[in-house]
């Protein structure tokens, strides 16, 4: 199987390692705008050919599939020309700018019967993962809500805000590990800079049966923090990404309700057990992602991030970006 | 000078040994409806006398001061029957349950010429004195934003939802740090009890010149978190209440802003330099508050939590509730 | 039961708050030389009767019980004319200056039938207890090591060096945990006071079956450090006392050792598994100690932390200054 | 500049990254005696030859340098054939075996006038950097002690202990920062594996002046701890190498030591004012020293960890081997 990648930036170099070191794929192209990002490519990894032009590998006949890591504005149309021309995709997250970009990728897929897949890398580490597992057992009860917070001294981007930047990765989570549908958003934040684009953001998903997920996402951040909650009826998680290992805890804590008949108030009573933190599976999840890409190709599979996912991550986002505007009125989504 | 507090629940103790060590202040009288409350004051302060009733306090004109440490909705008819009799008023936060209620007792005070002053135990932490003093000399630089959590799984209120009982301690510091006033609020958050107060909740706080506020605290959080991240043009803050020493770090961090003319965008810079963790005075804030309050008292100065400040956080409050009843939307202050 | 205490220095007040909190027990008397500190005792506690003199509380035939919270050198002279006179005894740690002084206590407790206990607070904490029980059941197989980090900017002491004033809390954990009798010691540190006395200092204690325990104690050292770790064949556990919940953490984590028999080499393969951390019992430590001092006299039965635990702890601190004195070398104990 | 790299193992691949991303640098071989390792290489590094044999490197006349990262007893006699043929070295560290070997080596690389290095990788971070500035500018005062732990449930090595294996990397730094020689070492420990070398071990260093060095390697810790504390007359400092950023923190603390000339006692006062963290140098230190190593061999420059600091290491090592096989007794170094 013969990949193209195009874009040499902030995340290819990842890419290219992980393709590179498996076996039976072959990277045959890398394409960068920039001569200095291709000499790069030529030094680390001498048999790929490198251009300056995407077009060139689009063109090539030989090429199964093409991962793309370029700007978010460049994923459509370059998705749209690889898929056009019979062509596997793996793009960066998130897939579209826009659900009707999006809309149409993963319809055009479904057309050509091609894999189209997003790289939402998060859900591929042995944390998340495991977490799916936690929770698919009905080991956290009933869930009441979700609070993740992922901030930094950040890379700012030039052509979106903090949400597109970062939450992606939390959204993506979100929709990996949860089945319900989002039903409204609810977003606040500010810009800082003058660009036009929100640097500091927070962002409330209500869902139906009171589960409710927040998102806290800023490229101002003196620490760098990556932290989710998870509360739910029975158990409680906690999945802390800065910790080197314990990335996940499961608490044994929670709360009873119980109603008095005699009186009009609820009463609550705290439950404090033990805690737990499961081993993890310490792969990088990259190199577990890109060994699934190849496989949904050769054996036709579905990914574990489809469109289908991409989209619903798309949905939220352009979702919030209304309600921003609005300075946190409640959209649907 | 002569005290009576009524109410020795979860804060009341506190409250009682922290006067009972001062020199030259009495604690005449301790008020609690409950039998084994009433005893327990008995065993560890002897000399105080103990009543089942608020009024034999409030009638005895030896009293000069009331500390007020009951339930959130007596608040306001304690505090006004005390200023009626002519004695001085520590009440517990939040001063008030309405912004009404707090105009009043505002009114009321400075019509008899008598301190009032609200318990935010927070602003009288060396940690937060050394935060004001950090923002008052202009050591961040224009300020970004402030976000909070404060997270626990918590003392449920029967009476008032998490923003009534844990936003108070954080809108009490923004209050005492930020001297622009707040223009709108907008809340979310959700009950998982069926008891109609929410459990979990956020809420950003919007100042003019795109400075922001949010706020989360949550009951149903496995894991104890109170942290407050403070972003400036020139330096960031971080207040970690949970650290043992080192609670305020002022890390040398921020952004280059610079508009490139021949090209549209912002050039965004980053600066990391070093952290810093002044010495922080290690009193208990209780006992700093209790003499302060006795200060003011004899000597007629301006509390620093004063009745306007408690009102300020009042109307926060009250704000916030509307918006979370309406899913988000954007409510004025 | 009528309580004599004397000493109301750094600890002293901790363990007349904690007396005083008794149902059913008194406190009778509490001497200091420094009349600053008996005024403290008056203002606090107004019933108990102040006296410079501790003969005046060991003269007093209505008292069945002293608790001596003095330096160190003094516990002997005191304990014994306590013991002497028929009252019961407990005493600060470490029990005595020598394994002389400590085994005549031991003998005239006995001897007259009295309870001799030394406040070994430690082992009264949820985290120890729970330590206790999970070592007896076996659950971290043979033991390998015990490694103990005790560090602060301390409080300096001016009639012993740092091993005599913090290593009898590990020391006494030790005792507790471990039933096997201690063969060796070897003990290095340095004294940079020019007092005489090292302030920072490191034991090994040599068991039988390869069973080592290590000591770090440490009187100048910027931050707080309280950690022990116990590594066993199965499983291995840290204790982490800054820690505010979650102190005993147990890792399904050991070596698994095999020799091939072909080749000379010893084989040796990891196991990482989950992490597990029980719930512990919160109640404050020396409220624990008191009840069950109380309990001992009451019932004659014999204390937790017996002389001759105390005396244990004496055995090795002896053994320990001889090695240091000597620059390391093994002493037996 | 044409490099043979001998060793592909756990450290080799790092190393061969790094001299692979070095400009004017060419790695021309790569020596492993496994099949799979050079198909690793070659697969990462097509343009690299291998060989199973170092021989056919060291014949090389083409090769200027060799890098030597294989296990230590192999050190010695390819660091010799190396220099024989008039190579430059970089080894891995500990340098040799014994000290008698290091003298040797030490000896023929001046004779020959060739480069020997030691790969001291942890002197190159930008940490280790930055405390050697703070050290060299007497920010800290007189030093009293230096404390470090290195632990973790680790890779045992089969030819040598946990002292050898663990120890070099912190006697490296103290190497480079202390330039006082030692005068003796005191070192414990235990076997529990019955291979006869030691996997927990203490090692004191006594140096004049009362400074003293204490080190903890341990390959059974189910945590993974690497921290350093020094503590000087004026400030202290703790290097905690796990921390993600701040790895070097300066603490204002100390003590004042006065003597009462009316009295026998040294009185001693504490200091506690603020804590500083500078910004450090994030480059790889691999990378760093691959560099320096390369400018070594050009410019014909001493290195930073030459031949001198890499016998000091072994010389510490030698002694606390013949102290821990007595027990603790003090060696003379």
Redesign the interface.
């Given at each position: 199987m013969k990949i193209g990648v195009i874009g040499y930036g902030y995340w290819g170099p990842n890419l290219v390692r992980n393709f590179?070191?498996l076996e039976d794929t072959e990277i045959k192209w890398c394409a960068d705008q920039r001569a200095e990002r291709r000499a790069r490519v030529k030094?680390?990894h001498?048999?790929i050919n490198v251009t300056e032009s995407a077009e060139e590998i689009l063109g090539d006949s030989e090429v199964d599939a093409v991962v793309i890591a370029t700007p978010v504005s460049t994923h459509y149309p370059l998705a749209k020309r690889a898929l056009e021309r019979g062509k596997h995709v793996l793009v960066e997250k998130p897939m579209t700018r826009t659900v009707a970009e999006g809309q149409e990728l993963l319809a055009l897929a479904q057309e050509k019967g091609l894999i189209l897949m997003v790289d939402h890398t998060f859900i591929y580490t042995g944390a998340v993962r495991k977490m799916k597992e936690i929770l698919e057992v009905g080991e956290l009860g009933e869930l009441?809500?979700l609070?993740s917070?992922r901030?930094n001294?950040g890379q700012?981007q030039?052509d979106i805000d903090v949400l597109w930047d970062l939450a992606p990765h939390d959204l993506a989570i979100l929709t990996y590990l949860i089945h319900e549908p989002p039903q409204?958003v609810?977003a606040?934040?500010?810009?800082?800079?003058?660009?036009g684009f929100a640097d500091?953001a927070?962002m409330?998903v209500?869902f139906a049966n009171?589960?409710?997920a927040?998102f806290?996402v800023?490229w101002?951040?003196?620490?760098?923090i990556r932290q989710m909650?998870i509360?739910g009826?029975r158990r409680?998680?906690?999945y802390n990404d800065?910790e080197?290992?314990?990335k996940v805890?499961v608490?044994?804590?929670g709360?009873r309700?119980t109603?008095e008949e005699s009186i009009y108030?609820?009463l609550?009573d705290?439950r404090?057990?033990?805690?737990?933190?499961?081993?993890l599976d310490n792969r990088e999840a990259l190199s577990v992602e890109c060994e699934h890409f190849v496989e949904c190709v050769r054996f036709n599979k579905i990914p574990q991030s489809n469109a289908a996912a991409g989209l619903s991550v798309v949905r939220l986002l352009e979702a919030a970006g209304k309600?921003l505007a609005?300075?946190?009125?409640?959209i649907k989504v």
């Amino acid at each position: 199987m013969k990949i193209g990648v195009i874009g040499y930036g902030y995340w290819g170099p990842n890419l290219v390692r992980n393709f590179a070191e498996l076996e039976d794929t072959e990277i045959k192209w890398c394409a960068d705008q920039r001569a200095e990002r291709r000499a790069r490519v030529k030094k680390r990894h001498p048999s790929i050919n490198v251009t300056e032009s995407a077009e060139e590998i689009l063109g090539d006949s030989e090429v199964d599939a093409v991962v793309i890591a370029t700007p978010v504005s460049t994923h459509y149309p370059l998705a749209k020309r690889a898929l056009e021309r019979g062509k596997h995709v793996l793009v960066e997250k998130p897939m579209t700018r826009t659900v009707a970009e999006g809309q149409e990728l993963l319809a055009l897929a479904q057309e050509k019967g091609l894999i189209l897949m997003v790289d939402h890398t998060f859900i591929y580490t042995g944390a998340v993962r495991k977490m799916k597992e936690i929770l698919e057992v009905g080991e956290l009860g009933e869930l009441h809500y979700l609070d993740s917070v992922r901030v930094n001294l950040g890379q700012f981007q030039h052509d979106i805000d903090v949400l597109w930047d970062l939450a992606p990765h939390d959204l993506a989570i979100l929709t990996y590990l949860i089945h319900e549908p989002p039903q409204y958003v609810s977003a606040t934040g500010a810009d800082h800079t003058g660009s036009g684009f929100a640097d500091v953001a927070y962002m409330t998903v209500y869902f139906a049966n009171n589960f409710i997920a927040h998102f806290h996402v800023n490229w101002l951040s003196p620490v760098k923090i990556r932290q989710m909650l998870i509360g739910g009826s029975r158990r409680m998680l906690v999945y802390n990404d800065m910790e080197p290992s314990e990335k996940v805890r499961v608490y044994d804590r929670g709360i009873r309700v119980t109603t008095e008949e005699s009186i009009y108030r609820t009463l609550i009573d705290y439950r404090m057990g033990d805690m737990w933190a499961p081993k993890l599976d310490n792969r990088e999840a990259l190199s577990v992602e890109c060994e699934h890409f190849v496989e949904c190709v050769r054996f036709n599979k579905i990914p574990q991030s489809n469109a289908a996912a991409g989209l619903s991550v798309v949905r939220l986002l352009e979702a919030a970006g209304k309600s921003l505007a609005a300075g946190g009125d409640r959209i649907k989504v």
